[in-house]
């Protein structure tokens, strides 16, 4: 298999060592071609299923997406942290920790287990720190973000049938945004 420029740099910017890249691009493209068969590499599958739970939660299906869940972004943020250096993926298990202990300390519950509204109130808590944050929960939601966007808009789902992008190609036009705003 041959080196994807584009995938390599995303991968490359999301934390991937150098020298696992040929690798997670390999992964990333069975994952790309039959998700059902990926095995996690790095998180648990309680873990996973809270990185799932959150990712739904960012980009969550509705009419106009499928959401998260579907276009299975959890695979890629565990392919991300499992070809990542040692220091990324102590963060990835720290930070995931230190979330779900959010949740044990002010609902007696792992994350997962919690009513949705539970799970809403938690991420708005840590929302309004995005652009500084400083305790491990409020770096768990920015790394989930970020690696949500990535996972779900390089996925058939969110780049294909969702941006509905057509490849490189010469547009005669620039027809612009379809619809009105609200």
Request: include cysteine; hydrophobic fraction near 40%.
């Amino acid at each position: 298999m041959t080196m994807d420029r584009r995938a390599a740099l995303s991968l490359l910017g999301l934390g991937v060592v150098s020298s696992r890249l040929q690798a997670a691009q390999q992964h990333l493209h069975a994952l790309k071609t039959d998700a059902k068969a990926y095995q996690l590499q790095f998180f648990s599958p309680q873990e996973n299923a809270l990185v799932d739970r959150v990712a739904e939660m960012i980009i969550p299906a509705d009419e106009h997406s499928p959401g998260a869940h579907q276009a299975k972004v959890s695979y890629y943020v565990d392919l991300i942290a499992a070809n990542s250096s040692e220091s990324v993926r102590d963060n990835w298990k720290s930070r995931l920790a230190a979330f779900n202990k959010m949740a044990l300390s002010q609902h007696g519950k792992p994350f997962v287990d919690l009513a949705p509204a539970d799970q809403s109130a938690m991420l708005a808590k840590l929302a309004p720190k995005e652009n500084n944050p400083s305790t491990p929960e409020e770096h768990f939601f920015v790394d989930m973000k970020k690696a949500t966007l990535f996972g779900y808009y390089t996925s058939e789902i969110g780049l294909l049938r969702e941006l509905g992008y057509q490849g490189n190609q010469a547009l005669t036009s620039f027809p612009g945004c379809a619809h009105t705003p609200p």
